[in-house]
């Protein structure tokens, strides 16, 4: 069984910098799509960022240019690097695995994502 552990939120003013972590228990970033996603209150659950075994990552347009998704194999880490935070940027960030496939695209997308984090907050506002 995966267990995905997300840390790293917390609050921020706008243009900030915030980089959330995600440690998983087995290792599975080194062959298979893992990703960020966030919720805020009220709407539904985005992608945000995409990355593969092949370090290919995606973005969501919102994010693109402010947000980097980065993986360390060896320690079985996902990394999410924020900058240039926005207000809209206020959500619960969650890192999933899709572990039935190699290849992120099409992204964004929820479907395929089997495994979840519990999520970790982020809060900016000025």
């Known amino acids: 069984q995966v267990q995905l552990k997300e840390s790293g939120g917390g609050a921020a003013q706008p243009g900030g910098s915030l980089r959330l972590s995600c440690a998983a228990s087995?290792?599975?970033?080194?062959?298979?799509?893992v990703a960020w996603f966030r919720q805020a209150p009220g709407l539904e659950r985005e992608g945000v960022a995409a990355?593969?075994?092949?370090?290919?990552?995606t973005y969501a347009d919102s994010v693109m240019g402010r947000f980097t998704i980065s993986q360390d194999n060896a320690k079985n880490m996902l990394f999410l690097q924020m900058n240039d935070l926005k207000t809209e940027d206020s959500a619960m960030y969650y890192c999933?695995?899709?572990?039935?496939?190699?290849?992120?695209?099409?992204?964004?997308?929820?479907w395929g994502f089997g495994y979840w984090g519990q999520g970790t907050q982020v809060a900016v506002s000025s």
């Open positions: 999933a695995a899709d572990l039935a496939r190699t290849a992120c695209n099409p992204f964004p997308r929820t």
């Open positions: 087995v290792g599975i970033y080194v062959n298979y799509c």
């Open positions: 990355i593969d075994g092949e370090d290919r990552a």
